[in-house]
């Protein structure tokens, strides 16, 4: 037999490695393998990491510390196919992870993940890279990011992906970057409306609910909504909004047409398909309130276009608003309350709303819910505005006290609209009256202490509407309302300076809140005001001039003149021209003062007796608090009271006063002069009587003395001069009348002889008190006789002004109408300035300008 050949085996090439099959139990030493040059260990590499970050997101957080992130970056570009789709599926998945997402954008991946997009891609690629995306497009770098990297293009193009997957990550994505405005505006150009329009047919919720999302934002754009109806999106939203099975995307279509309701064109659309009716039906039958509140901000914000107010009319939006108000959720009502205040604007809405919709308003303002309360009381501050109907309406549903009441409400727009429902209805006196006996004025006296501009303004609105009230002003007064109107003068807001200018001006209206608005400061405030430019308005003036005109003393003493239309009345005192800066004093604040040498205070009180007994009562009864006889009661020192009452010697030379006649007084001040006569001493003892009762009054409060001197100086005058035919004799027979209670004429050039000093001093010295009534005054120099002359020629109808002039002067202009011309009968002349002379030659006329005018004047 022959030997069998052994046959030998090649050995393999020295340079070829053979195959390792290893199994690794370490996420490290996979992301190891992300450094080899094979494919395959690549790809399986990549495969074992997506399924370790899958487990959670501590994995994905191990993996970034081992630096996975960074060779996957390399490997997403990969030419491999195999390997480029692992790698993107792990990206994938760790992108929901925060830190890692960070570290993405550090490393600028946006850019090569939108390469993947491609259509020849797979699909696989395609889902891992929008769900990447999407993940990174949280954050508004990454936006700007893929909108200037071109990324919306391809985002937009695989919404028609026939993955469901890939839709629902492009879609989500397309959302997140639309929510900025240059990706808004730029999907509009790029046809976006039909792909998601086609989703909306889409099995998978989440993909129509992201559809709808994406459309709510985009279709705050005209445009876009334009396309939307071109598209019939309206009809596929109506539609989804008839599918009970849809439910779940009532609140987000709802949303869409919403926007579509503030465009004329969809709304009209609408309107034409019947797709309106349908849609507030769809609002009224609703049981799930939060599509009934946004369906109903979504009426509210349409209804600031007049053209959609009107045709929101049409379809009677009314009915449905007002039934949402009974509603019980807080939220619907708001909503609601909201979108009648928009409709308000329409007229026809008004009065619609007005018949049936105010009675659930007004009860409303009792609901426990502040918002509820504010939403309500904006729309019934709407209902009411220019609407005498709707104001009626309100307080006929007894909406008065609820609207008093919200003035205490928390929050400031409640306050605000609160005080201008209020406003409103103050238009009708019947309402404005009833409102007062609510106690608005007392209610008011916070919101004027607000920080909130806007319920300043109109708490100072609100005073001034009803401020016309006496009995108002003193309720403001006394709830201290007066401090913080007069602080809104120096508001910086303009609007709240000048409702305050305006509440001012309403407020002085009476002499005891004009003196006590001065006291606090208005005068020097409103001054400076009217000094700016800036600051003044066109009420600033006009409270300066009420205040100055219900508070005469302060007026004489700052501006040394009273006009006509000026008349004085029981309480002016003249305390001399005051120097700038200087402050005015009150009456019971120079009461108070020792007795001194300076300028007496000339006193005006003709009160009758039995007013001053009955003001004496009132005081002790401690129900009075302003006594009758001036602005202001103050309590005073021992020395003050026991100075109240009027010397024995004070008393004779008033009882003059108690006659009635010119001709009688003559001889009853002789016979007082020699201390006798019965009737006299009768008088005596009444006075006595009146000022002891005053004199025990002064225990508790200071009262002026009575002035009955000038009283029956006014009585006299009266049944004198009243008789006399012409003006003119009038005017002479006054001053003559005036002269001679004041000690009679004076020669010029004995002027200086007139010692009428002295007697002011004494007169001081026996009141003990720097206060002087003007009856007391027996010698009396120009001013005193020219406050005499106003005083009386005030009571008795006499038109006179009051001027004050330098060094102790003082005179009295009228005007008067000269005869006509001889031989020109019946001729009306226009009225003459007189100045009438009460020193040299009582009664004579000087024509202002003259020179005998002038020379009375400067004497």
Same mark, same amino acid.
């Given at each position: 037999m022959g030997k069998k050949v052994k046959k030998e085996v090649e050995p393999p090439p020295k340079d070829v490695f053979d195959p390792l099959l290893i199994e690794s139990k370490t996420a490290a030493t996979a992301v190891l393998m992300l450094s080899s040059p094979e494919e395959e260990v690549l790809a399986k590499a990549c495969d074992a990491l997506y399924k370790f970050a899958s487990k959670g997101d501590e994995n994905k957080v191990t993996l970034l510390g081992l630096g996975a992130v960074e060779h996957l970056c390399k490997l997403i570009s990969h030419e491999d196919p195999i390997v480029r789709r692992n790698a993107i599926m792990v990206f994938g998945i760790m992108a929901s992870n925060h830190d890692v997402k960070k570290l993405l954008r550090e490393l600028d991946v946006t850019n090569s993940l939108i390469s993947q997009l491609a259509p020849e891609e797979d699909v696989v690629i395609h889902e891992f890279a929008t769900l990447c995306l999407a993940h990174m497009a949280v954050e508004h770098t990454t936006k700007l990011h893929i909108f200037k990297q071109g990324g919306l293009e391809p985002l937009i193009r695989l919404l028609g992906s026939p993955d469901p997957d890939v839709q629902k990550n492009s879609v989500e994505c397309i959302y997140l970057l639309v929510q900025d405005f240059q990706s808004c505006a730029a999907v509009r150009g790029l046809n976006v409306i039909p792909p998601l329009l086609e989703l909306l047919k889409s099995e998978y919720p989440v993909i129509q609910l992201l559809a709808l999302k994406t459309l709510e934002v985009i279709s705050k754009d005209t445009e876009t909504r334009i396309t939307l109806g071109e598209n019939k999106g309206l009809e596929c939203l109506l539609k989804i909004l008839e599918t009970n099975e849809f439910s779940d995307l009532h609140v987000e279509a709802l949303a869409v047409l919403g926007n579509c309701l503030e465009d004329v064109h969809a709304l009209q659309l609408l309107q034409q398909t019947g797709g309106l009716k349908k849609l507030l039906s769809f609002v009224g039958v609703s049981t799930v309130p939060d599509i009934q509140k946004n369906a109903t901000k979504a009426i509210a914000k349409a209804a600031y276009d007049s053209e959609i107010r009107k045709i929101l009319n049409e379809e009677e939006v009314e009915k449905t608003l007002i039934n949402l108000l009974k509603i019980d959720n807080d939220g619907v009502k708001v909503a609601a309350s909201q979108a009648i205040s928009a409709m308000c604007e329409n007229s026809a809405s008004k009065r619609a709303f007005g018949l049936q919709g105010i009675p659930q308003l007004v009860q409303l303002l009792n609901s426990d819910s502040e918002k509820v309360k504010e939403a309500a009381v904006t729309a019934l501050a709407n209902l009411t505005a220019a609407s005498p109907g709707n104001a009626s309406a309100v307080a006929e549903a007894e909406g008065i006290k609820p609207l008093v009441n919200t003035l205490n409400a928390q929050r400031d727009q409640a306050v605000a609209n609160a005080a201008t429902a209020l406003t409103n209805l103050a238009t009708q006196e019947l309402f404005r009256i009833t409102i007062q006996g609510c106690g608005v004025m007392r209610a008011l006296a916070e919101p004027l202490r607000s920080t909130n501009s806007q319920v300043q303004s109109k708490a100072a609105f609100a005073v001034a509407a009803f401020?016309?009230?006496?009995?108002?002003?003193?309720?403001?007064?006394?709830?201290?309302?007066?401090?913080?109107?007069?602080?809104?003068?120096?508001?910086?807001?303009? %609007?709240?300076?000048?409702?305050?200018?305006?509440?001012?001006?309403?407020? /002085?209206?009476?002499?005891?809140?004009?003196?006590?608005?001065?006291?606090?400061?208005?005068?020097?405030?409103?001054?400076?005001?009217?000094?700016?430019?800036?600051?003044?308005?066109?009420?600033?003036?006009?409270?300066?001039?009420?205040?100055?005109?219900?508070?005469?003393?302060?007026?004489?003493?700052?501006?040394?003149?009273?006009?006509?239309?000026?008349?004085?009345t029981d309480g002016f005192y003249d305390c001399g021209q005051i120097k700038p800066g200087v402050k005015?004093?009150?009456?019971?604040?120079?009461?108070?003062?020792?007795?001194? $040498?300076? !300028?007496? +205070?000339?006193?005006?009180?003709?009160?009758?007796?039995? $007013?001053?007994?009955?003001?004496?009562?009132?005081?002790?009864?401690?129900?009075?608090?302003?006594?009758?006889?001036?602005?202001?009661?103050?309590?005073?020192?021992?020395?003050?009271?026991?100075?109240?009452?009027?010397?024995?010697?004070?008393?004779?030379?008033?009882?003059? #006063?108690?006659?009635?006649?010119?001709?009688?007084?003559?001889?009853?001040?002789?016979?007082? !002069?020699?201390?006798?006569?019965?009737?006299? %001493?009768?008088?005596?003892? %009444?006075?006595?009587?009146?000022?002891?009762?005053?004199?025990?009054? #002064?225990?508790?409060?200071?009262?002026?003395?009575? $002035?009955? +001197?000038?009283?029956?100086? +006014?009585? $006299?005058?009266?049944?004198? +001069?009243?008789?006399?035919?012409?003006?003119?004799?009038?005017?002479?027979?006054?001053?003559?009348?005036? /002269?001679?209670?004041?000690?009679?004429?004076?020669?010029r050039d004995k002027l200086h002889d007139f010692n009428w000093e002295l007697h002011i001093s004494e007169i001081e010295f026996e009141l003990k008190c720097n206060i002087v009534p003007i009856g007391k005054v027996k010698k009396g120099t120009f001013y005193h006789r020219a406050l005499l002359f106003k005083v009386v020629a005030d009571r008795i109808g006499i038109g006179c002004s009051l001027v004050r002039g330098e060094y102790n002067r003082a005179w009295n202009e009228v005007e008067l109408v000269d005869d006509s011309p001889q031989g020109i009968a019946g001729l009306l002349l226009p009225p003459q300035v007189y100045i009438v002379d009460l020193m040299f030659e009582p009664g004579f006329l000087m024509k202002q300008g003259s020179a005998e005018a002038d020379q009375y004047k400067h004497i």
């Open positions: 401020g016309c009230d006496a009995d108002a002003r003193t309720e403001l007064r006394n709830a201290g309302g007066l401090r913080p109107l007069v602080e809104l003068l120096h508001s910086k807001n303009a %609007e709240v300076r000048r409702n305050a200018c305006l509440a001012v001006t309403v407020c /002085a209206s009476d002499e005891v809140t004009a003196v006590e608005l001065c006291r606090l400061g208005a005068l020097d405030i409103l001054k400076e005001m009217n000094l700016s430019i800036w600051r003044r308005n066109k009420f600033s003036e006009a409270a300066l001039e009420n205040l100055f005109d219900n508070n005469l003393s302060q007026k004489y003493s700052q501006r040394g003149y009273l006009s006509s239309s000026n008349v004085i005015f004093l009150s009456l019971e604040e120079l009461s108070m003062q020792e007795l001194t $040498d300076r !300028r007496a +205070i000339i006193f005006i009180n003709a009160k009758p007796r039995e $007013d001053v007994l009955a003001a004496e009562e009132k005081a002790q009864d401690s129900s009075y608090e302003q006594t009758p006889l001036s602005p202001a009661l103050s309590r005073k020192s021992s020395r003050e009271k026991t100075s109240s009452v009027v010397s024995p010697t004070e008393e004779k030379q008033e009882l003059p #006063g108690q006659q009635s006649s010119l001709s009688k007084r003559s001889t009853r001040e002789k016979v007082l !002069r020699r201390g006798k006569g019965k009737k006299e %001493e009768e008088k005596m003892k %009444e006075v006595t009587e009146v000022m002891s009762k005053v004199q025990d009054l #002064g225990n508790s409060h200071w009262l002026p003395p009575p $002035d009955f +001197i000038l009283l029956d100086y +006014i009585n $006299d005058a009266s049944k004198a +001069i009243l008789p006399l035919t012409t003006t003119r004799e009038q005017v002479v027979a006054l001053a003559q009348f005036v /002269a001679n209670k004041m000690g009679g004429s004076i020669e």
